[in-house]
Nanobody, 116 residues
Protein backbone atom coordinates (compact mmCIF):
# COMPACT_ATOMS: atom_id res chain seq x y z
CA UNK A 1 0.00 0.00 0.00
CA UNK A 2 1.37 3.37 -1.00
CA UNK A 3 1.42 5.95 1.78
CA UNK A 4 2.91 9.31 2.56
CA UNK A 5 4.60 9.31 5.95
CA UNK A 6 5.03 12.66 7.64
CA UNK A 7 7.31 13.47 10.53
CA UNK A 8 9.01 16.37 12.26
CA UNK A 9 6.17 18.17 13.98
CA UNK A 10 6.17 19.14 17.64
CA UNK A 11 6.14 21.93 20.18
CA UNK A 12 8.50 24.85 19.60
CA UNK A 13 8.91 28.30 21.08
CA UNK A 14 8.26 31.41 19.00
CA UNK A 15 11.29 32.15 16.87
CA UNK A 16 12.29 28.52 16.73
CA UNK A 17 12.60 26.13 13.81
CA UNK A 18 11.24 22.78 12.72
CA UNK A 19 11.76 20.66 9.64
CA UNK A 20 8.87 18.57 8.40
CA UNK A 21 9.44 15.54 6.20
CA UNK A 22 7.08 13.72 3.88
CA UNK A 23 8.31 10.41 2.51
CA UNK A 24 6.74 7.99 0.04
CA UNK A 25 6.31 4.50 1.45
CA UNK A 26 5.47 1.44 -0.62
CA UNK A 27 6.32 2.80 -4.05
CA UNK A 28 9.21 3.90 -6.20
CA UNK A 29 7.01 6.12 -8.32
CA UNK A 30 8.46 9.44 -9.27
CA UNK A 31 7.15 12.49 -7.48
CA UNK A 32 5.68 15.23 -9.58
CA UNK A 33 4.40 18.35 -7.81
CA UNK A 34 4.14 18.52 -4.03
CA UNK A 35 2.13 20.83 -1.82
CA UNK A 36 2.26 21.49 1.89
CA UNK A 37 -1.03 22.53 3.46
CA UNK A 38 -1.90 23.45 7.01
CA UNK A 39 -5.09 23.56 9.02
CA UNK A 40 -5.06 25.86 12.05
CA UNK A 41 -7.44 25.04 14.92
CA UNK A 42 -11.00 25.86 13.94
CA UNK A 43 -10.03 27.04 10.46
CA UNK A 44 -9.99 25.69 6.93
CA UNK A 45 -7.05 23.94 5.37
CA UNK A 46 -4.82 26.33 3.44
CA UNK A 47 -2.03 25.95 0.92
CA UNK A 48 1.35 26.92 2.35
CA UNK A 49 3.97 25.98 -0.24
CA UNK A 50 4.42 24.15 -3.53
CA UNK A 51 7.38 22.63 -5.33
CA UNK A 52 6.96 21.60 -8.96
CA UNK A 53 8.48 18.67 -10.82
CA UNK A 54 11.39 20.83 -11.91
CA UNK A 55 11.91 22.42 -8.52
CA UNK A 56 10.10 25.72 -8.85
CA UNK A 57 8.68 26.89 -5.55
CA UNK A 58 5.84 29.14 -4.45
CA UNK A 59 4.70 30.23 -0.98
CA UNK A 60 1.74 31.86 0.62
CA UNK A 61 2.54 35.41 1.70
CA UNK A 62 2.32 34.55 5.41
CA UNK A 63 5.37 32.25 5.24
CA UNK A 64 7.53 33.87 2.55
CA UNK A 65 11.08 34.34 3.75
CA UNK A 66 10.58 31.97 6.68
CA UNK A 67 9.63 28.60 5.16
CA UNK A 68 11.49 26.63 2.51
CA UNK A 69 10.11 23.68 0.58
CA UNK A 70 12.62 21.29 -0.96
CA UNK A 71 12.77 17.81 -2.42
CA UNK A 72 15.20 14.92 -2.47
CA UNK A 73 14.19 12.81 -5.43
CA UNK A 74 16.70 10.09 -4.58
CA UNK A 75 14.99 9.58 -1.23
CA UNK A 76 11.45 10.21 -2.53
CA UNK A 77 11.10 12.76 0.24
CA UNK A 78 9.98 16.35 0.45
CA UNK A 79 10.78 18.75 3.27
CA UNK A 80 9.37 21.92 4.73
CA UNK A 81 11.96 23.89 6.68
CA UNK A 82 10.18 26.33 8.97
CA UNK A 83 12.18 29.12 10.62
CA UNK A 84 11.20 32.11 12.75
CA UNK A 85 8.04 30.32 13.77
CA UNK A 86 5.13 32.34 15.11
CA UNK A 87 2.14 31.30 17.22
CA UNK A 88 -0.06 31.77 14.17
CA UNK A 89 1.87 28.99 12.44
CA UNK A 90 0.26 26.54 14.87
CA UNK A 91 -1.62 23.99 12.77
CA UNK A 92 -1.72 20.44 11.53
CA UNK A 93 0.51 20.28 8.47
CA UNK A 94 -0.26 17.97 5.57
CA UNK A 95 1.74 17.07 2.50
CA UNK A 96 0.03 16.30 -0.77
CA UNK A 97 1.97 14.62 -3.56
CA UNK A 98 1.23 13.90 -7.19
CA UNK A 99 2.85 10.53 -7.86
CA UNK A 100 3.59 8.92 -11.20
CA UNK A 101 0.96 6.28 -12.10
CA UNK A 102 -0.77 6.78 -8.74
CA UNK A 103 -2.09 10.30 -8.62
CA UNK A 104 -2.59 12.57 -5.65
CA UNK A 105 -2.08 11.32 -2.09
CA UNK A 106 -2.32 12.99 1.32
CA UNK A 107 -0.05 12.48 4.28
CA UNK A 108 -1.54 11.72 7.68
CA UNK A 109 -0.73 15.16 9.07
CA UNK A 110 1.73 16.31 11.69
CA UNK A 111 0.95 18.72 14.51
CA UNK A 112 3.00 21.90 14.91
CA UNK A 113 2.47 23.98 18.05
CA UNK A 114 4.27 27.29 18.46
CA UNK A 115 3.98 28.47 22.02
CA UNK A 116 6.05 29.79 24.89
Amino acid sequence: QVQLVESGGGLVQPGGSLRLSCAVSGSNSSIYAVDWFRQPPGKQRELVATVTTIGLTTYTDAVKGRFTISRDNAKNTVYLQMNSLKPEDTAVYYCNMDLQKIGRLWGQGTQVIVSS
